[in-house]
């Protein structure tokens, strides 16, 4: 009895892949392992550090000045 197509394209139960994007570890440069079990690659990696650098950026400069009058 042949396989379903689909299950051609399920990764192997034991091969890693980014809980954030899907991409498994022979897509990647690497990932990073969590505590909880999930995995980080370095793509998803880049993504995190933009977005806290920019709070971090907005939490530098204060609030917005407005022009009230
Ligand atoms: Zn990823």
């Given at each position: ?55 971090r ?13």
């Amino acid at each position: 009895m042949a396989l379903p197509a689909l299950a051609l394209d399920v990764a192997a139960p034991n091969t890693l892949c980014c809980s954030m994007c899907g991409k498994d570890s022979e897509h990647v440069r690497y990932l990073m392992a969590g505590a909880a079990g999930g995995h980080l690659c370095d793509a998803c990696t880049v993504a995190a550090m933009k977005i806290v650098l920019g709070q971090r950026v907005k939490d530098l400069l204060g609030p917005t000045v407005t022009a009230s009058r």
